[in-house]
């Protein structure tokens, strides 16, 4: 629920629950505070909706004031695995909050949201964007749909910045579902990755993008109708290489995922492509006259981190 008890609704009588999951250490504490933020400050009409915040294991207090201040509700989530913590995001998806909402959107805390992501709210059951590039290879796909009995999907999309053909493969930073693919799709999901962690030899080399890899089995397994995104909604700021399609230079982004391009002062840095730039630019000066605003306010130091809750009292 929102501050004033109002639930934000996406279509007319509509629900939206949106959420992240961050390991507990400062990196991914910080990465979780700056997604908050960000969705607080620049998402538009929907800037208000439930956000819930995860935690794995546990949670520094002051964190948990920190978010508590920008309108989250805190979730301390049990590890889903140390052989694969990219999968602990799956611990969102497990919440009653977001089993009894219209829409769900799950982003990785090492995501901003720069501009109201209306791409984001569609009567689609399922959202994503097609990988940036073919980190699962078509021999992996084959032999892992062969070890679930899955029946292989036609390799009929493009990755987004080479343009590698490949099966429904989605990057794992920027998801929404139904109601319907809460029910249908995340149960088969969560199963499928679990089954396959435990397989973990089948992905050979590619066995970090686990959770992506079972996304695409429980989607083929269930029939599940998808609606892809483009770049704009989950922009891959850490990607350098000139891309097949020199459209992606000029995107301008609702959502940037800026992986590790953070500064010591929590900014975000430079990118080469200029509309991406003009955004990072504007997130980092929101974030800036914050920071100032806190340190009037509690004489605190920003000098090492982002936020006073990194700092000893």
Known sequence: MTSNGKRIVTHPGESLTVGCVADSTPKYLEQALRL?????????????????????????????ALYEEYGAKVHVVPRVSTRHPPSNKLRFLELPEAGDSDRVLLLDCDTIVVGEPKGLISDADFLGK????????PDVFESVFAAF????????????????????????????????????????????????????ELLKGCGYFCEQASLSLAVAATGTSFQVLGNDMNFPAHLREEPLDLAFANTDPVIIHYHWLVDERGLLEPSPYPNVNRRIQQFNDRLLKEQCSRFDKDGFSNDDHSSPAVREP
């Open 36 to 64: 908050l933020q960000s969705w607080r400050w620049f998402a538009g009409s929907i800037s208000a909706a439930d956000f819930h915040l995860c935690v794995v294991d546990e949670i520094d207090h002051r964190y948990h």
């Open 130 to 137: 097609i990988a940036d590039q073919l980190t699962t290879t």
């Open 149 to 200: 009995r899955i029946l292989l999907p036609a390799a009929d999309q493009r990755c987004t910045v080479r343009g590698e053909w490949t099966i429904p493969y989605f990057n794992g930073g920027v998801l929404a579902f139904s109601r319907k693919s809460m029910r249908a799709l995340v149960p088969q999901w969560i199963q499928i990755n679990s089954c396959l962690i435990e397989q973990m």
